[in-house]
């Protein structure tokens, strides 16, 4: 099957975790059932708050941890975790990392290729803080649909706003 163009691929607006952050989100995507959940992250330390997913092709994960975050602590979170993924997947291909300004918020990045159960998977994790604590979003795709999903994904980085008011 051909990889449609990423003009093709429809991004709809939506709102996540509790209304806290607004992004874009590939029309179509489902949120993954608290029993795949389950089963995908049996063995993970912790698992995210929400994925959204074209039937398990790709995925969109949001994890809004309990980390303090703001900010002036992107930059060192950005540091650390580039320093924490790149000792982590050692074998992985790293296509960047850093800190970009998202909708006059500082949002930092990753963006990889890293090796997993047999085949290469495009990881593009993204983080900011929202309402004092830390916000990692992780998108997914096997490596062959990276042409396809690739700029979708930095679409969807480039969509996101957080929401600051106060309030839980």
Known sequence: MAARPASEIEL???????????????????VMSEQQMD???????SRPSVIFTNNNLVSLAFNYSDNEADQDMVDVYAATFAKTYHKQYKDATWFGDGVKNINNHKVGY??????????????LVFFTDVQGKLMICTFNCADRQKPEWEPVAKQIMLSVKANTEAGK
């Open 12 to 30: 709809i607006k939506k709102h996540v975790l509790s209304e806290r952050v607004e992004i874009l989100i590939p029309k179509g995507f489902e």
């Open 39 to 45: 089963f995908n992250y049996a063995k993970a330390q």
């Open 110 to 123: 990753l963006e990889f290729m890293k090796p997993e159960m047999g085949h290469q998977v495009y990881t």
